[in-house]
């Protein structure tokens, strides 16, 4: 399943927030100084754009314990059960 970010951007700027985007590792020393030095006297949305990656092991919605999510791979989601 793959959700889909909102543009915390837009968000704080709908808000009159200062906001700083990073796309990469190569930029992220930069944007990071910016965020902690550079606007110390107003709130500053720090948004950092990271790799999917999968977070093992995890069960299924509806599955028993004992049937983990043990490699990243797509599988099959009851949407209808709860959440475990």
Not at 14 to 40: G, T
């Given at each position: 399943v793959r959700n889909k970010s909102p543009k915390y951007t837009t968000l704080a700027s709908a808000f009159d927030?200062?906001?700083?985007?990073?796309?990469s590792e190569e930029e992220l020393e930069e944007k990071m100084r910016s965020f902690l030095f550079d606007y110390d006297d107003e709130p500053v949305l720090f948004h950092v754009r990271?790799?999917?990656?999968?977070?093992?092991?995890?069960?299924?919605?509806?599955?028993?314990?004992?049937?983990?999510?043990l490699v990243d791979e797509d599988f099959e989601v009851d949407k209808s059960a709860a959440p475990s």
């Amino acid at each position: 399943v793959r959700n889909k970010s909102p543009k915390y951007t837009t968000l704080a700027s709908a808000f009159d927030i200062k906001s700083i985007y990073c796309e990469s590792e190569e930029e992220l020393e930069e944007k990071m100084r910016s965020f902690l030095f550079d606007y110390d006297d107003e709130p500053v949305l720090f948004h950092v754009r990271i790799e999917r990656t999968p977070c093992l092991p995890m069960v299924a919605p509806g599955q028993p314990l004992d049937n983990m999510i043990l490699v990243d791979e797509d599988f099959e989601v009851d949407k209808s059960a709860a959440p475990s």
